[in-house]
């Protein structure tokens, strides 16, 4: 059986970079009579969302909120698995399993995690 690896998110700095620059070049095509989204995503929001991502959003600021946490990451058959393992505090702690299904992601238990191991 495979066991699970200490696990650290460290995205290198020219992937960072190559998605800014493409962020930066990105042409928008016209958005014709689609303020209600009923032809996909609208193009305002995709603009505002797109500086939002390159000029606000920390990645950094992020990872290490990640790395924060004791992450493991474990291969089985060639399938990469990710989790999260903090363990309880006090004489008695309950294990807890926290899973998640599509589209959700393990951040999405970021806020639980702390005051569940306390």
Do not use: C
Not at 54 to 77: G, K, L, M, P
Not at 98 to 106: D, R
């Amino acid at each position: 059986m495979p066991q699970p690896e200490p696990f650290t998110v460290a995205v290198p700095d020219e992937a960072i970079a190559d998605l800014h620059r493409r962020i930066d070049s990105t042409r928008f095509a016209p958005d014709f009579a689609n303020e209600d989204w009923r032809f996909g995503m609208n193009g305002e929001y995709l603009q505002s969302f797109l500086h939002s991502w390159r000029h606000e959003f920390d990645w950094r600021e992020t990872e290490a909120r990640i790395n924060s946490f004791n992450n493991y990451q474990v291969d089985f058959d060639g399938v990469p698995l990710h989790f999260i393992h903090e363990k309880g505090k006090g004489p008695n702690p309950m294990p807890l399993i926290l899973t998640h299904g599509w589209p959700w992601t393990f951040w999405d238990f970021e806020k639980v995690i702390r005051p569940l191991t306390d």
